[in-house]
C-alpha cells in the first residue's frame, strides 16, 4: 500500500513538473533568442537613422560614425541602391544571428552577431529550468513519502486491527489517525469488535444452559428408568430397560453434538509449542510489570503442545496478564502443565498474582459481562474465556485467594481432530 500511494504521488508529481517545466524551458529559450533580436533590431534602427540624416544632408556614408553602435564583435552591412556594398566588422561565420532595417533614404541596415553567446545564455536557463523541474520532482518525493507513510501506518494498523479481529481479538482499540474515512473504519471495526464478542458470549451461555437443562433432564429421566427396570412386571422392566439405553444414547448424541459445536468454532486451532509461545508473551509483559516494580516468573513444563489458536491463546493470558498488572499485587507467575489422571488429555495453563484476591461476592459472576471489581468495563474476563471457549478450552477461576485463573486446553496429539468435553456449570470451580 504505501509502495502504491508513493508511486502514485511520485507520477503526479513527475508528471506535472513535465507539463509546466516543458513549455517553460521552451518560453525562456524564445525570451533569450528575442531579447537578443530585439536588441540587434534596436540597434540597426539607431544606425539607418543616423545614416539617413547624412545621406539626407548631402553627406556621404561613413560606417566610422556608427560604430559605437554595432555590438563587439558583430558585423554591420550597409546597402544603398547604386553602391556597392560596405560592411564594418568580422568576416561572417556559419551560425549569425542577423536583424535588417531599411533606411528612409533607399537602402538598408543588416547587424549580424555570432550567435554562439545567445546559445550558452538558452544553455543556461534551460539547465535553471531543468534544475527547478529536478527540485520540485525531489521535493515531491520527500512529500509523497512523507504522506505515504502517513497514510501507510494506520491503513496497516486498521488491516492488522481487522485481522485481529477475524483471529478472535474483541478488544477495543482507542487508536484514531485525524482522517475522517479511516477513524470511521476504525469505529465500525470497534462496534463489530462489540458485536461478535457479544454474539460468541451470548453462543457459549446459551450452549451452556441448553446443554445444562438437558443433562438435567436426562439424568432425572434415567433415574426413573432405572427404578422401573427393578419393578416385578417383566415386560415393564424389560421395556424400562430399552428406555434407559434410547436415553443413554441420547446423552451420548448430545455430547458428540457439543463436542462438534466446539469443534466448529475452534476450526482455526492448530498445534502450539507452550514453551515458545508462553515465553514470547512473558517477554513482551515483563518490561510492564519491571516499569511497576512487579516481575513475571514463567514456569512450563518441557515439550508442553496445546491444540489452541495461537491470537487467541495470547489475547486470553494478555487479558489475565492485564488484569493482574491492574487489580493484582506482587510476583505475577505463568505456569504450564499436563493435567492429572482425570485430566490426561488437557494442558492447564495457570496465571496467579500476589494479590489481596477477588471478594467472595464477586467470585461467582467474575466472568460476566460488565462486573467488575474496581471500576474497570467488566468486558476483559468475559471475552477471555469466550476466546478460550472457542478454541474447545475452558476457563475458570481456579482459586479467589491468591488469585488464579486456569486455562483448560485440549492437548495436541497426531490426529486429536476433537475438542475437550468441558463441564458446562457457568460458575468458577
Not at 566610422?64 to 564583435?73: I, N, R, S, W, Y
Not at 444452559?209 to 439424568?219: F, G, W
Not at 448424541?253 to 486451532?269: F, H, K, M
Request: proline content about 5%; glycine content about 8%.
Amino acid at each position: 500500500m504505501r509502495r502504491r500511494i508513493l508511486l502514485a504521488i511520485l507520477l503526479a508529481v513527475t508528471i506535472t513538473a513535465c507539463a509546466l517545466g516543458i513549455p517553460l524551458g521552451y518560453t525562456a529559450l524564445q525570451v533569450v533568442e528575442s531579447v537578443t533580436r530585439d536588441d540587434l533590431a534596436a540597434r540597426a534602427q539607431q544606425i539607418a537613422a543616423t545614416l539617413d540624416d547624412e545621406i539626407a544632408n548631402g553627406r556621404g556614408v561613413d560606417l566610422t560614425t556608427v560604430a559605437l553602435a554595432v555590438p563587439q564583435g558583430g558585423r554591420l552591412t550597409v546597402i544603398l541602391p547604386g553602391h556597392p556594398e560596405r560592411a564594418l566588422g568580422p568576416e561572417p561565420v556559419e551560425d549569425m544571428v542577423s536583424e535588417e532595417v531599411p533606411i528612409v533614404q533607399q537602402g538598408w541596415v543588416r547587424l549580424d552577431v555570432d550567435a554562439a553567446p545567445m546559445r550558452t545564455r538558452q544553455t543556461q536557463v534551460a539547465v535553471l529550468v531543468a534544475l527547478v523541474v529536478v527540485l520540485t520532482v525531489a521535493v515531491g518525493t520527500v512529500v509523497a513519502m512523507v504522506t505515504a507513510q502517513r497514510l501507510a501506518r494506520p491503513l496497516r494498523h486498521v488491516a492488522d486491527r481487522a485481522s485481529r479481529l477475524g483471529a478472535g481479538d474483541f478488544r477495543l482499540d482507542p487508536a484514531r489517525y485525524d482522517l475522517h474515512e479511516l477513524d470511521m473504519v476504525a469505529e465500525a471495526l470497534d462496534a463489530s469488535a462489540t458485536a461478535l464478542a457479544q454474539l460468541v458470549q451470548r453462543e457459549r451461555d446459551l450452549v451452556g444452559d441448553v446443554s445444562h437443562q438437558l443433562r438435567s433432564r436426562l439424568t432425572a429421566l434415567q433415574l426413573r428408568l432405572e427404578a422401573l427396570t427393578q419393578t416385578a412386571d417383566e415386560d415393564a422392566a424389560a421395556e424400562a430397560e430399552e428406555a434407559l439405553h434410547q436415553a443413554e444414547r441420547l446423552a451420548d448424541v448430545l455430547d458428540e453434538l457439543l463436542a462438534a459445536a466446539r469443534e466448529a468454532r475452534a476450526l482455526g486451532a492448530e498445534p502450539v509449542d507452550l514453551t515458545h509461545e508462553l515465553t514470547a508473551i512473558a517477554e513482551e509483559w515483563s518490561e510492564m510489570l519491571r516499569s511497576e516494580g512487579r516481575s513475571l516468573r514463567l514456569r512450563v513444563a518441557p515439550g508442553l503442545r496445546a491444540r489452541v489458536t495461537p491470537a487467541r491463546l495470547r489475547e486470553a493470558i494478555g487479558v489475565l496478564l492485564d488484569n493482574a498488572r491492574r487489580h493484582g499485587g506482587g510476583t505475577v507467575t505463568v505456569s504450564a502443565r499436563r493435567g492429572d489422571a482425570s485430566r490426561s488429555d488437557t494442558v492447564l495453563v495457570e496465571v496467579t498474582d500476589g494479590g489481596s484476591g477477588v471478594p467472595d461476592e464477586l467470585a461467582p459472576h467474575i466472568f460476566e459481562r460488565g462486573v467488575s471489581g474496581a471500576g474497570s468495563t467488566g468486558v476483559g474476563l468475559a471475552l477471555a474465556r469466550a476466546l478460550v471457549d472457542s478454541d474447545g478450552g475452558r476457563l475458570e477461576l481456579s482459586t479467589a485467594r491468591p488469585t488464579t485463573f486456569t486455562m483448560f486446553l485440549p492437548v495436541s496429539r497426531p490426529g486429536n481432530a476433537r475438542g475437550i468435553r468441558w463441564p458446562t456449570e457457568r460458575s468458577p470451580r
